[in-house]
């Protein structure tokens, strides 16, 4: 005992000299979060839109378990309504890690008449079911998210590690309490639980550490020319499923997207950054929230994202 | 700023470092006004959300005639706290200055408190506790501050908020001050060598010292809150001196190169990796050389002593790590290492033991009894329990310990616990990961409790542990 009495007084002389940055310590924390789901979950996955958010997590597994692979498979929940390239993004990078992907289709819950098309043709609500089916069938008990609680302010009250009943429901005011760095992710047969590792970033942070890290994002996330036209006060792509109405006037734009979700719902917006470095500048000198700048989803109330989040969503 | 300007910044600056803080007091002491203060005057806020966070003020008539933002909204995110005007659930906020990122814990005051102060003070390198400049020090205030001794928090600060509604009385604020020195000296606060303790007259409300200096109170010379939040030493820079280097295993590393080729990552050579063996995890405590002499603790084993052949990170080998990296170890010895296991400085660590003695912090509506079986988390290891007894009940107004057979919800206590393994416990008092565990009912699964660890009764008892 008399060992713990005396050692406050020496200092070691390998006393590290430089304190972590904020990147660092945040990188170190979301990694032990992860590394502490692996090992005490029987089955993880790992949602994936190839949304930066889902990227960075992804690049944060890796460095995780290196020289291993990622032991786990990536979740995507595909609205049918994305982005051709993201995509794209998202199978190539699966491809080049070596990772197995399970896709859950919003557009066969239509299909077959389990989900109905929205009035507004927004498909981002409808992303629940189909993703409570994939995590009942694969028997995940434990789903990584790339949510972070800078987003919005019902995320900010989310668990790092939070539990979810056999109907996939949040109950906000019924959370356990996150002490020190101990995780408790104790769940009964049908709960599972959602991990946040990446809760305590910005978006800032998130675009610091893309630059810092050199990692591969789609390439709508820099600025490029796109035919948009205007609608809620935001510029929203012409595509197949995002078509303007008659008095919406199509023009050409130099656009970015900020989120990259649903086609039917993400606005870009007017920007000139065409590097990682020009949009953390950008992202610096915003006055705009990221979700209140792109996300018409996120408009409709200001509980929209607590009353997606207690019926299952991300 | 033009945003060549900050371009220009962005180069220049130096790496910002991380600061995490909560706030703790009463209702309507004024914390969510902090909060909203804070991160409004640190230009935090977006032009969106004040948009909307006006709107709501407007609609709701805040301020009266004269109109005004109510900043508390900011913090109050959930659709009942907005309804009801209160807090509910600890809020996580983020905002930056030049020097620190800061991440802050919005506490709610009311019968929850102890559950939500000690939450969002476990991961605190400080904890601002507000006190209405009308009302001073409150019974309230004493157990809140009795709760961050308790917890070991770094740096306390208590903001006499509300000064403005005083008339900036500098006599109003002497006597809070002095008062809240005298309850510091009851609790060891602040002359422990372990915290320190400041006491800062404030107007959330206003802005009165909480970003810059006022010059409403021209008594008072100290600096304001953001800038004393802006350059108190985070408590892993306080502890990175200490020799007692602690590393929980999470998990082994062992892709097995060409015996098992799926398992290591794309790119790699496999052959390489054939017999890659690691131990990843976290550092806790301390710091970590290449060629360091560490001792493994196993429960229920003797240590075994080997020394440090490698610290990897990602493909890359560093030569030293401290707390709160996390890397994966490698050892000069084949030991079978497992989860749960503790890599620590060699010869720093006690026995582990089977017999814990703890002060809880019961944070679940279902009280705790004498006998209950229960599990108990400690680093990466979760073991069954048995609650020998409870010896007693701290009333943190007295800070004296009552007799009590059992603990209720907000209740703090002190109980002995047999464990079915042997644990390399240490005194919370000077390892504040290691010495910290969680209780958690093997039935819900849910946790039922904070836990410190105490010195035995026969070992050198800690008077601050008496209290
Ligand atoms: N005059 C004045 N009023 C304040 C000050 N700080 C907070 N208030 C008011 O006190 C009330 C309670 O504040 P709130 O931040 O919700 O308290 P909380 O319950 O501790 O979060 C609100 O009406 C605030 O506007 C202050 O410095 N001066
Ligand atoms: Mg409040």
Not at chain 2, 385 to 406: H, I, P, Q, W, Y
Request: net charge negative; with cysteine; glycine share 8%.
């Amino acid at each position: 005992m008399s060992t713990f009495l005396t050692e406050e007084t020496q200092v070691t002389d390998a006393a590290v000299s430089t304190r972590l940055s904020s990147l660092d310590t945040l990188e170190s924390e979301a990694i032990h979060i992860i590394r502490e789901v692996v090992a005490e979950f029987e089955k993880p996955a790992l949602l994936f839109s190839g949304g930066k958010d889902s990227v960075v997590m992804l690049h944060l597994a890796t460095k995780a378990f290196w020289p291993g692979k990622v032991p786990f498979p990536v979740l995507h929940v595909d609205t049918g309504h994305n982005f051709p390239e993201v995509i794209d993004f998202r199978d190539r990078t699966v491809e080049r890690l070596g990772l197995k992907l399970v896709v859950g289709s919003v557009q066969e819950f239509i299909d077959s008449g389990e989900l109905a098309e929205r009035a507004d043709g927004t498909r981002n609500p409808l992303q629940t079911v189909p993703l409570l089916d994939a995590i009942q069938r694969n028997k995940f008990d434990a789903v990584f998210g790339g949510g972070r609680r800078d987003e919005d302010k019902a995320r900010a009250k989310e668990r790092i590690l939070s539990l979810r009943d056999e109907f996939g429901q949040w109950d906000p005011r019924n959370q356990r309490p996150e002490l020190w760095n101990l995780y408790n992710g104790r769940h009964t047969v049908g709960q599972h639980v959602r991990a946040f590792p990446i809760s305590n970033w910005t978006e800032l942070d998130i675009w610091r550490y893309i630059e810092r890290e050199n990692i591969e994002l789609p390439g709508l996330y820099y600025a490029h020319e796109r035919e948009v036209f205007a609608r809620d006060g935001m510029w929203r792509a012409v595509g197949e499923v995002s078509q303007p109405l008659p008095h919406e006037e199509v023009i050409t734009k130099t656009v970015r997207y900020r989120t990259v979700g649903d086609m039917s719902c993400t606005g870009a917006v007017e920007s000139d950054a065409y590097t990682v470095s020009d949009v953390v500048v950008e992202v610096a000198a915003s006055t705009l929230t990221e979700r209140g700048a792109t996300r018409a989803d996120d408009r409709i109330s200001e509980a929209a994202m607590e009353d997606r989040k207690k019926d299952g969503y991300f | 700023m033009s945003t060549d300007t900050l371009a220009a910044d962005l180069e220049t600056a130096l790496p910002t470092t991380l600061f995490r803080f909560a706030t703790a007091g009463s209702v309507d002491d004024g914390k969510s006004t902090l909060v909203g203060r804070l991160l409004h005057d640190s230009k935090a806020i977006l032009a969106d959300t004040l948009d909307a966070v006006a709107r709501t003020s407007a609609d709701r008539g805040f301020g009266g005639e004269k109109g005004g933002i109510d900043l508390a909204l900011l913090t109050d995110g959930l659709r009942a706290e907005r309804e009801q005007g209160i807090t509910i659930d600890v809020a996580y906020r983020y905002f930056a200055t030049d020097r620190r990122s800061f991440i802050l814990a919005d506490c709610p005051g009311h019968v929850q408190y102890t559950k939500n102060t000690v939450t969002g003070a476990s991961t605190a390198d400080a904890v601002v506790v507000l006190i209405d400049a009308r009302k001073g020090v409150l019974e309230q205030t004493r157990r809140h501050l009795s709760v961050l001794q308790l917890l070991r928090v770094a740096h306390v600060i208590v903001a006499v908020n509300k000064i403005d509604l005083v008339e900036f009385s500098e006599s109003v604020f002497r006597e809070i001050e002095a008062d809240v020195q005298q309850v510091g000296r009851e609790l060891g606060l602040g002359s422990d060598g372990i915290s320190d303790l400041l006491v800062i007259p404030v107007s959330a409300l206003d802005g009165d010292n909480v970003v810059d200096r006022s010059e409403r109170t021209p008594w008072y010379t100290g600096p304001a809150l953001l800038e004393v939040l802006e350059t108190l030493p985070a408590a892993d820079e306080l502890e990175s001196h200490l020799e007692s280097f602690r590393f929980p295993v999470q998990l082994v590393i062992r892709p097995q190169g060409a015996l098992a080729p799926d398992a290591v990552a794309a790119g790699l050579d496999v052959e390489a990796y054939r017999d890659y063996r690691a131990y990843a995890g976290q550092i806790t405590e301390g710091s970590v050389k290449v060629g360091d002499q560490v001792s493994v603790l196993t429960p229920g084993q003797d240590p075994r002593t080997t020394t440090v052949a490698g610290i990897d990170f990602a493909g890359s080998s560093l030569e030293e790590a401290a707390a709160p990296q996390s890397v994966a170890l490698r050892l000069a010895d084949e030991f079978d290492v497992a989860r749960g296991d503790t890599i620590a400085a060699a010869g720093t660590v006690r026995e582990a033991s089977a017999d814990l003695y703890a002060a809880l912090c019961w944070l679940s509506p279902k009280p705790l009894r004498e006998g209950a079986k229960v599990l108990v988390k400690h680093g990466t290891r979760t073991v069954q329990a048995v609650v020998r007894n409870v010896s007693g009940k701290l009333d943190l107004s007295t800070f004296k310990l009552e007799g009590a057979s059992s603990l209720e919800l907000n209740d703090i206590g002190h109980a002995q616990l047999r464990l079915a393994a042997a644990l390399p416990l240490e005194n919370y008092l000077h390892h504040r990961r290691t010495g910290a565990f969680l209780v958690i009912d093997p039935l819900d699964g849910n946790t039922l409790a904070a836990g410190l660890v105490k010195d035995h009764p026969g070992d050198h008892e800690d008077e601050r542990y008496s209290i």
